[in-house]
Structures are given as C-alpha cells and as structure tokens.
C-alpha cells in the first residue's frame, strides 16, 4: 500500500474538483473516522486532514498505468455464464424414523409370570423371548385343540389350531401340544419385529387385558434427519434431493435423502425444517444426535466472477469495472449464490465487462482515500425495477433498473412464504408496484418468475393466499 502510494493515482474527477467543494475532514490512517469540522482522530489520535467532497458516480473513476497495474498486482477478468455448482451445510437433529415404530401389545387376557427384556434400548430380534404369561384363556383353547384330535374332528381342528395361532402362540409350539396331547400352563411370547426397545410397561405378576400395550420397539437401520434450512437455501433444495450426513470429528458421510419439506418456517428460529430418510446400518447415528447435513445443488446458466472481486461495503457489494487500458471505476451490484470459487451475479455486470478480481483491495483504498464512504454516492440498486420481457426478444435476462428509495409497498405478506414483510429487506419494483419479501433470499425466488409467484397474493396484495406452494 505504501508503494502504490507513491504512484499518486491520476482520477478523472479532474483539477478543477481539487480545490473545490473541501467541506470535510478525514483520518488518514482510518478513512472511515470523518469530521465536518477539524479534530483528532479517536483510534490514532491524528489531527484530520481536509477531504475534497465525494464526487457523483460518473466522476468516480481511477486511472492506472500499466507499470501501476503491475505493481499493484492488480488482475483482471471477464465475467462469464456457467452452472454453478453449489454446495451448503446446515444443522440437523437425529430422529426416530416414524414409519419404523411398532407396538406389541397382549394377544391375550391374563397374567405375567416372567419378563426377558426389561430395559429400554436393548437390540431385539424377531424371535426374542419378551414374556412370559398365565392365561385360563389359552389353556382352555389347548383342551379344546386336544379334544378335537381325539374325535378326529378335522374341520374342529383347523378352527381351534387358527384361534391359538392369533394367540400369538407360534406354530411349532401348536404343533408341539398336539403332538404330545397335553396343557402347557405358561405361554412364552417372542417379538414378531427386529428393532430397539423404546418402552416396557411389561411388569411380573401383572394382569394385562387383551390389547394392552407391553412393548414399544422401533428400527434403527432407516432413522430420520431433521435440519434447519434458511429461506433463502430452502428453494435450493427439493423433495428427493440428494445429501450426505456427516458428524463432527469423523470424516465419514452418510448418504441421506430429502423426503419431506415442512410448508411453514418455525416461528422461533425463522428457518424451514427438512426431514431426511437416512441409512442407519451400522447404527452410527444415535438418536438426538446433532449432525451436520450436506446439501448440493446447481445454480443453472448463471454471470458469475471470482469471489475475491466482490468489494462488501457495509450492507453494499461492489465490484470494479475495467474501461480501455486504464481506467476502473466502482459498481454495485446483486450477488446471488456463491461456491468457493465464484458468485452469482444478479444485476451490476454483464458478460461484456471486465472485471478487476485481484488487488481489488488496494483500489478500495484509494477510493476511500479519496472520496471517503464513496460507496453512498454509487447508485443504489438494492430495489430492482423488473421490465417485462418480451416474448418477440427471446432474452432469458430481466432488464433491471434503479428504483426510487422509499417509495410505498404494495403487500403485507410475502408472496414466497407468506409470512409478514420486513420493510428492511429490499423490495422488488414490477409493474409499477414495490414488491415487499419477509426476508433476503425470497427476493431472488420472486425474480426466477414474478407473475407466478404473485399469485400467491390477492389482487390488494393485503392477504396471502397461497394459490401456488412449492
């Protein structure tokens, strides 16, 4: 930075601005620290220095030899169109996998003699002896079945031999009381499912009516995933989507599906929840547990630029544009989604520009020490006015164009979520009207086909209606 100062930029703002319009006094070290009046800089104790007032946009310019460029290492590149792969990572919950839960309940009246499994999240398998039980009810339908046999009664038979199957009595213990022609006092019961106990309110020498709930159990080779998605990822995201789960400190993942995208944000927290079927095998993934959820997507035939040409200037993005040999000046623009390697360009750039994406830094300097927060003197095109296209131009691109701060919103509710606006999210001017949005990101959503998502609005714009969910 040293050394580019020595090269005292030449900007066109011209000699006849130099000496004129000095209206403010700024920190050299600390450009942001500014003053109507001469003072001492509070971070460094400096005296400030007159500043010459921040000129308009259209004289905004810096020039820079070539040998400047050089020295200054500052880079250039055009903007291009691409898919942008995209990738996110969000918080998730592991959860019991609902469709996996099951009950075992008392086939028949009677009392518990004996329980085998008493705690919960013990591992059972179909076959597992839970209980054992005294019932007069089975041994009345063994008399039966014996009686039966000694008539050679076949129709009897059969009848009797179904009864004490729904018993829960297995078949090769029927077919042993048959073969040996006598009552068995107690009935082991086994489970009929694989899985984890997840309740017992199975007791010895309790009497239990036909129905009662003995045992809860439930699968843990399929478990669910519920993650916390902002709004502004959630149209990233689709019923079927592909994701890995991972946990902190193993470098293992786990490949996930998207089943379920809840059609309302939490009220708490503001975010959309998404539940995942996830593969359990090996029982990795405890119940409870906090994990990591991995999302990838694609941003399709999207302007992109180099992540380190993106200038942040307070709630602003700029990036700066190259004109002839050497010439730079300063444009905001609307960023979309972003990788490690580039971000969308909303609005601000087309694929005629050439972007500065290294040394951008030391051009922001300059600026600063210069015009001072010259990004307020930029054009403000946070609120994007949206020209319908016509159907004749084939142009897949919406022309945007600066709207007039503060004018009125047409809507109380968000046409993409529904929920209440937020008068400090951008609005969306189209057809005339200042679209409002609950928050960052459903602006975006909005622009990828207004007239679809106005639908979601009566025709006053007070009620959402919710004509169109996605």
Request: contains cysteine; aromatic residues 8%; charged residues 20%.
């Amino acid at each position: 930075f040293v050394v580019l100062g020595s090269f005292i930029y030449q900007s066109q703002v011209g000699d006849e601005h130099s000496s004129e319009n000095i209206t403010n006094y700024y920190c050299p070290m600390h450009p942001q620290v500014t003053s109507t009046k001469p003072s001492v800089c509070p971070i460094c104790q400096m005296d400030l220095v007159k500043k010459n007032e921040t000129p308009s946009s259209e004289m905004m310019v810096l020039t820079l030899s070539e040998a400047q460029q050089v020295v200054a290492k500052i880079r250039n590149s055009p903007a291009i169109r691409m898919d942008l792969p995209l990738r996110f990572t969000v918080n998730g919950l592991v959860t019991w996998n609902e469709n996996s839960k099951k009950i075992i309940s008392a086939r028949i009246m009677g009392r518990i003699e004996k329980v085998y499994q008493y705690s919960i999240g013990s591992p059972i398998s179909q076959g597992t002896m839970l209980y054992k039980i005294y019932s007069d009810e089975f041994i009345q339908a063994q008399l039966e079945l014996i009686s039966a046999m000694n008539t050679g009664n076949t129709s009897a038979i059969t009848s009797v031999r179904k009864k004490i199957l729904r018993m829960g009595v297995t078949q090769s213990v029927i077919d042993r009381i048959a073969a040996n022609k006598e009552v068995e006092e107690y009935l082991d019961i086994s489970s009929p499912y694989n899985g984890v106990i997840t309740n017992n309110n199975a007791v010895e020498g309790q009497y239990v009516e036909e129905g009662y709930t003995l045992f809860e159990v439930a699968d843990l080779s399929m478990v669910q995933v519920i993650a916390q998605v902002f709004p502004s990822q959630i149209n990233k995201i689709s019923t079927n989507s592909n994701a890995t789960i991972s946990v902190n400190g193993d470098e293992n993942t786990i490949k996930a599906r998207v089943a379920f995208i809840y059609p309302e944000t939490d009220p708490n927290t503001k975010l959309v929840k998404v539940r995942l079927d996830v593969p359990n095998r090996n029982h990795s993934l405890k119940i409870n547990m906090n994990v990591f959820v991995n999302f990838t997507s694609t941003a399709q035939n999207v302007i992109v630029v180099p992540n380190s040409a993106i200038v942040v200037k307070g709630t602003k993005s700029l990036v700066w544009l190259k004109r002839g040999k050497d010439a730079y000046f300063p444009n905001i623009v609307i960023v979309g989604s972003q990788n490690d390697e580039f971000t969308e360009i909303i609005s601000g750039v087309t694929l005629k520009d050439t972007i500065a994406f290294d040394g951008t830094y030391l051009l922001d300097s300059e600026a600063q020490l210069k015009w001072g927060e010259y990004q307020n003197s930029l054009h403000k095109t946070e609120n994007i006015n949206i020209e319908p296209i016509s159907e004749e131009s084939g142009n897949s691109e919406t022309a945007l164009k600066d709207k007039e701060v503060g004018s009125k919103i047409f809507n109380k509710f968000c046409p993409i979520l529904g929920e209440e606006i937020d008068e400090k999210v951008p609005t969306v001017k189209y057809k005339g009207k200042n679209i409002g949005f609950c928050c960052k990101g459903c602006d975006k959503k909005f622009l990828s086909n207004p007239e679809l998502y106005l639908k979601n609005l009566s025709t006053d714009g007070s009620k959402f209606i919710g004509t169109i969910v996605e």
